[in-house]
């Protein structure tokens, strides 16, 4: 059996995908469906952003 290698995102295209998800305009499993990515990857990613934008401030 062949291993898998782990994706790796490019911070860019990151940004575009939670960017995407905190607009509420779609859910996160539509949002995840559209850019090709895992729903909980997703969450993980809006979550972490809502974490840290308060200390760019």
């Known amino acids: 059996m062949a291993s898998m290698k782990r ?5 860019a295209f990151k940004a575009r995908v939670v ?11 539509q949002v995840a ?5 895992h729903p909980n990857q997703v969450r993980q990613w809006k979550e972490h952003l809502l974490n840290v934008l308060p200390g760019l401030f």
């Not at 994706?7 to 911070?11: C, G, L, S, W």
């Not at 607009?23 to 499993?29: D, F, I, Q």
């Not at 469906?33 to 990515?37: A, M």
């Open 33 to 37: 469906s559209e850019y090709g990515v």
């Open 19 to 29: 960017l995407e998800a905190v607009k509420g305009e779609k859910t996160v499993a």
């Open 7 to 11: 994706r790796q995102y490019e911070a």
